[in-house]
């Protein structure tokens, strides 16, 4: 039996481009990920996120059942286009009223919201007109949308997350090409990635300068990252794995801590990687109220000399392999989830151990942690018994994390329900709540009904 302390933060995620649909109502600007599923070839399926589970129409229904589960707290991103529907100058007053209400109808249902400001999804206009997160003027551009945000919703909104995943918007979309912008280089997810952490360092300054006397709460980033394990005891294999993490998540982490990217970083990718002004290293350093984690997969990490490394598809998140002379594997009686991800519990303690040393013992929230199951619908229920074995055994291992001192604050899962898997469309289920994309009906899985379990006692199961 488990109990976590009183004031754990027990919640569920999602995104704005994954549920809302309303592509274009309500005043909204198209996004990138709007102008990238319209392009042929790129999703699975053909699918498009111009309905997706219709949040937009239906979002008191999904807050009823989130207040039916228990639910403590939601994390939900706000759509940039629909704030600013070309990213810049004034805002749009029906997207201001759609949030707007929908954090009174949380509120009003005794759950906290936490928003997050950028889940990928970018007013198409500055990566057309701007060049995206290549423009160092971007920084500023989100600064001022963020300001908007602070502005609109910082007196009911208390946790706030500015950018979610960079890492996966620096590789898989301006590296690899898999996501939006679409963009291939090994150059240009370096500069994205700098352009990011100003963004981020210029927000977090201008919330505690002009809005936390006035609103409170804090302000942080969600970062992902995989566990990489050592595949022997070598000093080359085990240096490879804290290589990886560095990539991985020191890449956006340290600078946050530390003011500066990992030594191992500027030395494999020397002018390539951007360098701090003393301007952005003031905003920078120090510009996290508590650590963000977003936390999927473990794998085993080996040495391997430049040409001959197998380059490996987007779901291992290798990253740059180049860069980072490493080979990535698993082991095969590790279970798998149907993202093909591994179920190695395990990791997850680790890597909250690793960050917990690393950056002096920081609050760490697990802002996504969750997994893809074959849900099947027989006689109008889902037994998703596979992801209420690994909610369970991640939450064990959270809990043991804890017991070693680790700051854990909360846990949200991912997702609250069936959503638009970005590249892969339609064909994998992550959600708590079962959507039916023909009709919009909700169908609360097992799962759902565990996790209220798990929230009404405080973590005991």
Request: aromatic share 14%; net charge negative.
């Amino acid at each position: 039996m488990l109990r976590f302390p009183q004031g754990f933060v027990w919640g569920a995620a999602t995104s704005s481009y994954q549920i809302e649909g309303g592509w274009l109502e309500g005043g909204k600007g198209m996004s990138v990920w709007d102008a990238f599923v319209h392009t042929p070839g790129k999703i699975v399926n053909g699918d498009m996120g111009d309905v997706a589970a219709d949040h937009f129409h239906r979002f008191r229904e999904d807050v009823a059942l989130m207040a039916q589960m228990g639910l403590k707290a939601y994390r939900f991103s706000i759509s940039w286009p629909r704030i600013q529907p070309t990213g810049r100058g004034e805002a749009n007053p029906d997207g201001i009223r759609f949030y707007s209400v929908l954090i009174d109808a949380l509120l009003e249902n005794g759950i906290t919201p936490w928003a997050t400001l950028h889940h990928w999804d970018m007013p198409i206009t500055l990566q057309l007109e701007c060049d995206g997160w290549l423009n160092p003027e971007m920084a500023v551009y989100f600064k001022e949308y963020a300001e908007i945000c602070f502005e609109q919703f910082g007196d009911r909104v208390k946790h706030w997350i500015t950018l979610n995943e960079p890492w996966v918007t620096a590789i898989l979309g301006y590296g690899q090409g898999h996501f939006a912008p679409g963009r291939v280089s090994q150059t240009e997810p370096y500069i994205a990635a700098h352009n990011m952490l100003r963004a981020h360092g210029l927000t977090v300054d201008a919330f505690r300068r002009k809005f936390h006397d006035r609103c409170g709460g804090i302000i942080g980033i969600a970062n992902n990252c995989d566990w990489r394990e050592p595949l022997t005891d070598s000093e080359q294999d085990k240096q490879a794995a804290q290589r990886a993490l560095e990539f991985f998540l020191g890449w956006f982490a340290d600078p946050i801590y530390t003011g500066e990217y990992p030594a191992v970083m500027r030395e494999r990718v020397r002018e390539r990687l951007p360098v701090f002004s003393d301007a952005d290293r003031a905003v920078i350093k120090g510009s996290a109220d508590y650590f963000g984690l977003n936390h999927y997969n473990t794998m085993y990490t080996a040495h391997a000399e430049k040409g001959k490394i197998s380059h490996i598809d987007m779901e291992s998140n290798a990253g740059l392999v180049d860069d980072q002379e490493l080979a990535l594997t698993d082991d095969d009686s590790w279970p798998k989830t149907d993202m093909g991800w591994n179920v190695a519990p395990w990791g997850c303690r680790k890597l909250l151990e690793w960050i917990d040393r690393r950056y002096d013992h920081p609050d760490i929230f697990l802002t996504e942690n969750g997994c893809a199951a074959k849900d099947e619908l027989i006689n109008g229920q889902i037994n998703d018994q596979d992801r209420i074995d690994f909610l369970a055994g991640y939450l064990r291992e959270c809990h043991n994390a804890m017991k070693n001192g680790v700051q854990l604050k909360g846990y949200f899962v991912w997702s609250f329900m069936d959503n638009f898997e970005w590249a892969l469309g339609y064909t994998k289920r992550f959600g708590l709540h079962y959507v039916d994309y023909r009709t919009g009906e909700r169908i609360p899985k097992k799962s759902a009904q565990w996790y209220h379990g798990v929230i009404k006692n405080n973590g005991i199961f």
